[in-house]
Nanobody, 129 residues
Framework: HVELVESGGGSVQAGGSLRLSCAVS????????MCWFRQRTEKSRENVAS?????????????FYAYTVKGRFTVSKDNVKNTFHLQMDSLRPDDTDTYYC?????????????????WGQGIQVTVSS
């Protein structure tokens, strides 16, 4: 049974930083691909298919970023703590959203939300201008 638990969200002013963490249990992070998604606030939380890819990390250790966050966000993993992180710098008000970490057992990571098997509960990030 794989479980993902997110932490680190909150509220910051534009230009600030937050670091999200996704603690994984039930499988070593070295064997899974993961992706951070965000809901896009106008969409229902139940609409998994509408979630937008933000940053991913495959089993080969290769990161990939949406163009809207490239250069501002950094994804990483800690094999000892079995945790993924998303460092978010230079935050903007349009980064405000509910963020989810998701995991799958295949080697590919930059896939649609529907291709992911395991999800965290979601965590709120709010950026004020």
């Amino acid at each position: 049974h794989v479980e993902l638990v997110e932490s680190g969200g909150g509220s910051v002013q534009a230009g600030g930083s937050l670091r999200l963490s996704c603690a994984v249990s039930g499988m070593p992070v070295s064997k899974i691909s993961m992706c951070w998604f965000r809901q896009r606030t106008e969409k229902s939380r139940e609409n998994v298919a509408s979630r937008e890819n933000v940053a991913s990390f495959d089993t080969y250790g290769d990161p990939f970023y949406a163009y809207t966050v490239k250069g501002r966000f950094t994804v990483s993993k800690d094999n000892v703590k079995n945790t993924f992180h998303l460092q978010m710098d230079s935050l903007r008000p349009d980064d405000t959203d509910t963020y989810y970490c998701a995991a799958r057992e295949g080697s590919q990571a930059w896939l649609d939300a529907e291709d992911y098997d395991y999800w965290g509960q979601g965590i709120q990030v709010t950026v004020s201008s």
